[in-house]
């Protein structure tokens, strides 16, 4: 299998262009952080995350239950993109939504560290599947990626993609844990040339995570991906994502190097458990706690 990615795309990272580009996009978003169709564009692509020790049935549930009762408590607002929970928590969330537009994610293949066996890796999206994901979200082999074992990674991709059949896969490439943008670059060709359907920045279980360095060398790499390969791939920022300026700075991000028809739910989302109701807040001009209420805890 040749893997030489230096090759075929252009690993090479201007920092120089990546601090200007980056600049411009800043003073962009900040004139946008109170667009209200702007950030209701970025809620309509948010996937409503919950990924704690302490998730059980009772809360699965009910997060299917508040996106399920969504668009009655607040018309004229799209609902979220998707329920983002980990495996464990798909059949609740499944036997719970009644919102047929909201799709079901699951975090899988030994989320968040992916160190566990690829055996392992595989049953658990097939098993997420069954259980009735839609979506799966799985992390590259760090390790292995780190210590130059290209092969390593790229293969356990392509074996997820193959029991993932048609459900999407987003690929986290956990950037705050790559030492270079270059790195960042060649991780992000790897996962598309394996099918990454998404290529996303974070667990959230990490520091740094979602940065718009890295969130804009992603985007070059997947506009230079459908330049060469006519396939789009989508984008998730994830992790630390918590406030209207930083939803309005990766939408501008994606906006302007991947232009318009990347903005919509099938090729860009955002990994957040906490942005959902802080958008709303400042969309409706009003502190809202709809999804972080008491009831649904730890949120
Ligand atoms: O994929 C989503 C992330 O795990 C959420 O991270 P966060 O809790 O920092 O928003």
């Not at 030489?4 to 990272?13: L, P």
């Not at 036997?95 to 890796?121: D, M, R, W, Y």
């Not at 994830?238 to 190097?257: K, M, R, W």
Request: overall charge negative.
């Amino acid at each position: 299998m040749d893997l030489s990615f230096e090759d075929k795309f252009n690993i090479e990272v201007e920092a120089a262009e990546v601090e200007k580009a980056i600049n411009k996009f800043k003073d962009i978003a900040q004139s946008r952080k109170g667009d209200v169709e702007i950030l209701k564009r970025c809620f309509s692509m948010i996937d409503l995350t919950t990924l704690n020790t302490t998730d059980g049935y009772e809360r699965g549930k009910l997060f299917a239950e508040k996106v399920s009762q969504f668009p009655n408590q607040f018309p004229g607002m799209p609902n979220v993109a998707a329920i983002c929970v980990y495996p464990s928590l798909v059949a609740a969330v499944k036997e719970n939504l009644s919102a047929p537009s909201v799709k079901i994610a699951s975090v899988a293949a030994g989320f968040p560290a992916s160190q566990t066996f690829l055996e392992i890796k595989l049953s658990e999206c097939e098993m997420a599947l069954e259980q009735g994901a839609d979506e799966l979200d799985v992390v590259i082999s760090v390790g292995s990626f780190l210590e130059g074992d290209y092969f390593t990674v790229f293969s356990e991709l392509q074996q997820i993609k193959e029991v993932a059949e048609n459900a999407k896969v987003k690929v986290i490439l956990e950037t705050g844990a790559l030492p270079s943008l270059e790195d960042i670059k060649l991780a992000s060709f790897l996962a598309m040339e394996a099918g990454a359907d998404f290529i996303k920045t974070s667990t959230g279980k990490l520091e740094p995570a979602a940065t718009p360095e890295a969130v804009y060398v992603m985007c070059l790499a997947i506009k230079e991906f459908h330049e060469k390969t006519g396939r789009m791939v989508g984008m998730k920022p994830a992790g630390g994502v918590s406030n209207s300026y930083d939803a309005a700075l990766f939408y501008t991000i994606v906006e302007q190097v991947l232009g318009q028809e990347w903005l919509y739910t099938g090729l860009f989302r955002f990994g957040t458990s906490k942005l959902a109701d802080i958008l709303l807040s400042d969309i409706l001009g009003k502190e809202v706690k709809y999804f972080s209420q008491s009831s649904i805890a730890k949120y």
